[in-house]
């Protein structure tokens, strides 16, 4: 009796693993990421909440051969009316050499084209960084796809490290402080 009850206690222990671990494998495929859930597809578009933002995001982020972690404070996202996503977050830059601390400040992820002035920044993740009056965008290798020119809000009360704020239909503010860039998402024709 006892070794029946045992049986069923590591039986159900490990479909309860086996479940866990297959639910996790299909969220996120890594076990740092247990507590996430993804965010509902369905969802309303605009501007992501703290809380959604928290889901989606990763604690770590690779660029140029190392990981870093992000600071969900400073971060900011969009859900497009076709369900993608986009969000841009603050990353803690203490293990780079001081020539990548000077270019690399955020980490940008998007799963459509964004529009950038006149470049077109194709879906995928990103390192950006706000250097003197442009707006720096490199691979993960850290190599500078482009650069484009940022202006400055001075009217702008409450600067934050990093913030997306919604313009016009369509049209995002990227902030790092008061210097900002404004995106436009250009929406997917394969859905």
């Known amino acids: 009796m006892n070794v029946l009850r045992i049986a069923r206690s590591c039986t159900a222990t490990f479909v309860l693993a086996a479940c866990c671990t297959t639910g996790l494998a ?51 996202g ?7 996503i986009l969000f841009a977050v603050k990353v803690d830059t203490g293990g780079y050499s001081t020539s990548i601390q000077e270019r ?49 809000d001075s009217s702008l009360r409450r600067p934050r490290p990093l913030q997306l704020v919604e313009e016009q239909s369509g049209t995002y503010r990227l902030y790092s402080g008061k210097l900002y860039i404004d995106l436009k998402p250009v929406p997917s024709t394969t859905k």
């Open 78 to 84: 969009v859900r497009l009316p076709d369900g993608a």
């Open 104 to 152: 690399y400040q955020d980490y940008f992820v998007s799963e459509v084209p964004v529009q950038f002035a006149d470049h077109t920044l194709p879906s995928g993740a990103y390192g950006i960084g706000f250097v003197g009056s442009n707006l720096l965008v490199m691979n993960l290798g850290g190599d500078t796809i482009f650069s484009v020119p940022s202006a400055t």
């Open 26 to 76: 299909a969220q996120s495929g890594t076990p740092s990421d247990a507590h996430k859930q993804s965010v509902s597809p369905k969802a309303a578009s605009g501007l992501l909440s703290p809380a959604d933002l928290q889901k989606l995001i990763p604690a770590t982020v690779f660029f140029r051969g190392q990981s870093s972690t992000v600071q969900y404070r400073n971060a900011g």
